[in-house]
């Protein structure tokens, strides 16, 4: 018993070292990792920023399954080329994959959750499993408007454009302008 909880510990230390270990300096192909961003990512979860990619300050990149899953699932975040993240973004997988594609642009305050827990009643929230309902995609050249959310599963289509303050509870078209609680179309992008 005590084993098991050393180990416990120690593993648990390991992923704190880890992240502090994540420093932006591994990301060489990027433009520019402001030191305070937030990186944490298990070592067998994918984190890559792309080619000319600027990650600002105070952001989050979590890039972590919960600890009741299963290590199959490959939580990843994965930034494209050219991207910009602005400050204080909140992009976290927690089970789900997020894959961004290049030329995005994500203003501040904008959270990109790729997974949630399920909802069943009667169940601790820490034994809740992850739901089917994962994973964030944002197509080539998107731009998502200040402390707009982007709930899991959801795909947003190339070019597309989320107002600020949204709430993306289904799939934006390409080109789409959308924005409100839930999003809904406003028009199209000519
Ligand atoms: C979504 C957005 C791009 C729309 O711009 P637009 O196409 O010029 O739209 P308009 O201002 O002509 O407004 C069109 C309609 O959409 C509504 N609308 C505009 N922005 C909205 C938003 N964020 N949420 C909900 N509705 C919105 C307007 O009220 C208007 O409604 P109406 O036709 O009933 O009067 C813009 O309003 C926006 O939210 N930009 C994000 C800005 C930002 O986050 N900047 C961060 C700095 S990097």
Redesign the pocket.
């Known amino acids: 018993m005590f084993g098991f909880t050393f180990a416990k510990h120690l593993v648990g230390r390991l992923r704190e070292e880890y992240a502090l270990c994540c420093r932006p300096y591994a990301f060489p192909g990027a433009e520019r990792v402001h030191r305070s961003a937030i990186v944490l990512r298990d070592p067998w979860c994918e984190l890559s920023i792309g080619e000319g990619s600027t990650v600002e300050h105070g952001t989050i990149l979590l890039a972590r399954n919960e600890r009741h899953e299963s290590m199959a699932i490959n939580s990843h975040i994965r930034i494209g080329r050219n991207c910009y993240i ?1 400050q204080y973004n909140n992009l976290r997988t927690g089970g789900g994959a997020i894959d961004i594609g290049d030329e995005v ?1 994500i ?2 305050f904008v959270s990109l959750i790729a997974s949630g827990h399920g909802i069943a009643a009667g169940v601790p929230m820490r034994l809740q499993p992850i739901p089917e309902k994962r994973n964030v995609r944002i197509g080539n050249s998107a731009w998502i ?3 707009a959310t982007v709930l899991p599963g959801v795909t947003i289509g190339e070019g597309a ?6 709430v993306v509870t289904k799939d934006v078209p390409p080109q789409a ?1 959308v ?2 609680v839930p999003a809904a179309l ?2 199209y992008r000519t």
Do not use: E, M, W
């Not at 454009?161 to 949204?166: C, R």
């Open positions: 602005g642009y203003a501040q408007g200040v402390g454009v989320i107002g600020a303050g949204a302008i924005g409100g406003i028009h």
